[in-house]
């Protein structure tokens, strides 16, 4: 049985993700655009959106698969399935059912999906090799899985900056180790997803790197986005004294400087890109 996630922190930025949607959802669109030409929905099909958030990605197949089709919007997070229920009904997607299901452990039958997705979810499940495994159970055989997940931090600022600038100044994230499996960067290594892919059966993988930049207008804009949307960021600043939370920020200011651009910052982002079947 895989080591049962803690959820807490995700329910804690999950208004923020829905006040944020749109913002979140344009900052990665390329890596969105992607997953579904990956698996290239056909009308009636079902698709599974794994740690789906508030469902933007799977409100682009739900358009595809069409009204005989289905997507199912599924997280871990309560919160975030209201907000992806609400963001369905807004679109009068009456084809997106949203669930609360681990993707650890999937409440679903043996080959009753027909392709799946996750964008920037499976890098958080404390056991990513349960949660593939659980994709190759409910998808059915010659079907497709697509997913993203953070690359390196080197080619991530967008995440990597605050969390840097946190941990060299003593403040570990409560999540442990970042580059441990469940930590935001634990699958950023192409060899990793191929081993954990080949190891639950999966043939025919391709992985890609896709560039992106996520762009802030100065240090305060990513400060509050990233501390209002990435769970364990949250926590770790809520924690800081005010003398703390200053010394955080005077190392973020030079982190951020090689990104300054014209009106703000572009962070770079590199997402690496799975698709297999
Ligand atoms: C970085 S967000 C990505 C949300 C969405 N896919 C997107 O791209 O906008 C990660 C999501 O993973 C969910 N999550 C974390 N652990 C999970 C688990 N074990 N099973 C399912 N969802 C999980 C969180 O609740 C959160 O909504």
Known sequence: MAEAADISEWESVADAWEANRQRVFDFFRTASDWLVEAIGP?????????????????FLVAEAV???????????????????????????????????????ALDLEDDSVD???????????????AAIGELRRVVRSGGTVAYTVIGAPDQNGW???????????????????????????????????????????????EIEQIPGAMTVVDVDDYWDTQSA????????????????????RATLVEMITPFEIEGGFALPSQLVAVRAS
Do not use: W, Y
């Open 42 to 58: 056909q009308p009636g099909q079902v698709v599974l959106d794994v740690a789906a958030g508030p469902g933007e990605t799977g």
């Open 66 to 104: 069409g009204p005989e089709g289905r997507v199912i919007s599924s997280d871990l997070a309560p919160t975030m399935v209201a907000a992806a229920r609400r963001g369905a009904d807004e679109r009068g997607l009456a084809n997106v059912e949203c669930r609360v299901m681990d993707a650890q």
């Open 115 to 129: 392709a799946a997705i996750s964008r920037l979810g499976l890098m958080l499940v404390p056991d990513p090799a």
């Open 159 to 205: 995440m990597a900056l605050l969390m840097g600038a946190l941990m060299q100044n003593g403040h570990q994230p409560p999540t442990g180790n970042p580059f441990q499996l469940g930590g935001p960067f634990g699958l950023s290594s192409p060899d990793k997803n191929a081993d954990l892919l080949r190891g639950a059966g999966f043939v025919d993988i």
């Open 229 to 248: 949307l990435a769970g364990p960021v949250k926590a770790t600043v809520e924690r800081l004294t005010a003398h703390e939370r200053t010394t955080v």
